[in-house]
């Protein structure tokens, strides 16, 4: 017997509020570490390009200023 048919005499309550809370409850702690280890991922990957960004800005700028000084 698939999942389809077994939900298929279910209420609406029972498909979309019940089953999704005991997801939620069984699962929980699980989500929330998933998502935390992804967002700190991604703020990880967004502050080092933000870093290196920084850094290229810094580097560009002092070695242009240094160029002009020798063209004087």
Do not use: C, H, N, Q
Not at 52 to 71: C, N, P
Request: net charge positive.
């Amino acid at each position: 017997m698939a999942a389809r048919e077994m939900l298929a005499g279910m209420p609406w309550w029972v498909k979309w509020v019940a089953i999704p809370a005991l997801v939620l409850l069984v699962f929980g702690g699980l989500i929330t570490s998933v998502l935390t280890f992804v967002i700190g991922l991604l703020f990880k990957v967004l502050l080092f390009v933000a870093l290196v960004a920084g850094l290229i800005y810094v580097v560009r700028k002092f070695s242009s200023s240094g160029r002009s000084r020798e063209d004087w």
